[in-house]
């Protein structure tokens, strides 16, 4: 799963390069051997949010995780993923039952 996120639709607009180097991230999961069309790409770019309520992307990373679908989550800046403790756990708490 490749993650990538603005909060906000002028972050959208007036930094293209830093979402290019968020979808950027499937090229890296290919280099590290995964294949191309089992990479998926999930974003919430636009979507703001304290908690992962109204953000769509990162609860479907999360009941992906939960499901065992999930070999590996890559993204710029993984603390984009949550901004609470309380999420931030849910989703390692998650990744750590599988493992």
């Known amino acids: 799963m490749v993650y ?3 909060p906000t639709p002028q972050q959208v607009a007036d930094h293209k390069e830093s979402t290019a180097r968020q979808y950027a991230r499937v090229d890296r999961a290919v280099a590290l051997g995964w294949v ?5 790409t999930i974003d919430d770019l636009g979507k703001s949010g ?10 479907r990373l999360l009941a992906e995780v939960a ?8 993204g710029v800046e993984m603390s984009r993923l949550a901004r609470s403790c309380k999420g931030w756990h ?5 990744c ?3 493992s």
């Open 50 to 59: 304290p908690s992962i309520e109204g953000r769509l992307g990162v609860q």
């Open 4 to 6: 990538a996120r603005h």
């Open 96 to 98: 750590a039952r599988l």
């Open 90 to 94: 849910r989703l390692l708490e998650r």
């Open 36 to 40: 191309r069309d089992r990479v998926t």
């Open 67 to 74: 499901l065992d679908c999930v070999g590996m989550i890559l």
